[in-house]
């Protein structure tokens, strides 16, 4: 696996934590329609991916979230997008519920739904357990097939990649 391209990593993906449950939404629109999924979205001209997860995060939860750890990217070929990538960051919020979300129904779930329902989006089941520890951010990279993960590979992010 080379490393991917900064410009083609166009998305941000953030995973709310509140003790033991994740919020995740249940996407209405595709990539990943009708499946539950970290919350985020497409980086916007100018914006950093601090910027843009903080923003995306608010946009779709109503949580002013102001401290989000870095936890990886995630790049993918084969999938029901072009070739991209993710930034990946976990933020953790103490109390209040979200506001209701154009883009899906919000939910808190069990952190060990969350790591093994088929109802997720299925490479978090592989990139979850990983990313949301207090761990070194990591390159995960997968490869689809027909809709299903062919083979993935995990690595550490050189310094170039940090956010």
């Given at each position: 696996m080379t490393n991917i391209a900064l410009s083609s990593i166009r998305y941000t993906l953030c995973f709310i934590i509140r003790d033991e449950m994740i919020l995740m939404l249940h996407r209405l629109n595709p990539p990943n329609q009708g499946l539950w999924n970290g919350v985020g979205g497409r980086l916007e001209p100018g914006e950093s991916p601090r910027q843009s997860v903080?923003?995306?995060?608010?946009?779709?939860?109503?949580?002013?979230?102001?401290?989000?750890?870095?936890?990886?990217?995630?790049?993918?070929?084969?999938?029901?997008?072009?070739?991209?990538?993710?930034?990946?960051?976990?933020?953790?919020?103490?109390?209040?519920?979200?506001?209701?979300?154009?883009?899906?129904?919000?939910?808190?779930?069990?952190?060990?739904?969350?790591?093994?329902?088929p109802?997720?989006?299925?490479?978090?089941?592989?990139?979850?357990?990983?990313?949301?520890?207090?761990?070194?951010?990591q390159q995960y990279h997968f490869e689809y097939k027909d809709g299903k993960i062919e083979r993935y590979e995990i690595r550490p992010l050189n310094d170039f990649h940090r956010v």
């Amino acid at each position: 696996m080379t490393n991917i391209a900064l410009s083609s990593i166009r998305y941000t993906l953030c995973f709310i934590i509140r003790d033991e449950m994740i919020l995740m939404l249940h996407r209405l629109n595709p990539p990943n329609q009708g499946l539950w999924n970290g919350v985020g979205g497409r980086l916007e001209p100018g914006e950093s991916p601090r910027q843009s997860v903080i923003r995306e995060a608010f946009e779709e939860t109503g949580f002013q979230i102001e401290q989000v750890a870095f936890r990886g990217i995630l790049s993918w070929d084969g999938f029901e997008t072009p070739a991209g990538g993710l930034y990946i960051f976990t933020a953790t919020v103490p109390h209040g519920e979200p506001l209701a979300c154009s883009e899906g129904e919000l939910a808190w779930k069990a952190r060990s739904w969350v790591f093994t329902s088929p109802e997720v989006v299925s490479n978090i089941h592989i990139f979850g357990p990983l990313a949301l520890v207090d761990g070194l951010p990591q390159q995960y990279h997968f490869e689809y097939k027909d809709g299903k993960i062919e083979r993935y590979e995990i690595r550490p992010l050189n310094d170039f990649h940090r956010v």
